[in-house]
């Protein structure tokens, strides 16, 4: 088992930054590929940007590459979501999320681990 608890979010005016930070516990945090999900009010939940378990490779959605950043601390259990330049429409719950599958996923069905979400609210 893993937990996963985020923290970081609130509100920001568009052009802001924000920094995510999710603390995990429970097995060896090196183990997992770990990404970041985000659902906004009446939609699915869609992948946003991941991370591979050594930190040496990354992956990003369209909608933020250039904007927001995923890194991790291996040592402090955690990883981290930068974002920048943020949009009023990058308002939405964001989830941590981590899977032991070997490869690359976007997919949220191969997440097996889900932090409680955290809100950003992007507006002026």
């Known amino acids: 088992q893993v937990q996963l608890v985020e923290s970081g979010g609130g509100l920001v005016q568009p052009g802001g930054s924000l920094k995510l930070s999710c603390a995990a516990s429970?097995?060896?945090?090196?183990?997992?590929?770990m990404a970041w999900f985000r659902q906004a009010p009446g939609k699915e939940r869609d992948f946003v940007i991941s991370i591979s378990r050594s930190g040496g490779n990354t992956y990003y959605a369209d909608s933020v590459k250039g904007r927001f950043t995923i890194s991790r601390d291996n040592p402090k259990n955690t990883v981290y979501l930068q974002m920048n330049s943020l949009k009023p429409e990058d308002t939405a719950v964001y989830y941590c999320?981590?899977?032991?599958?070997?490869?690359?996923?976007?997919?949220?069905?191969?997440?097996?681990?889900w932090g409680q979400g955290t809100q950003v609210t992007v507006s002026s």
């Open positions: 429970g097995r060896t945090f090196s183990e997992f590929q």
């Open positions: 999320a981590a899977t032991s599958r070997r490869w690359a996923t976007r997919s949220v069905s191969e997440f097996d681990y």
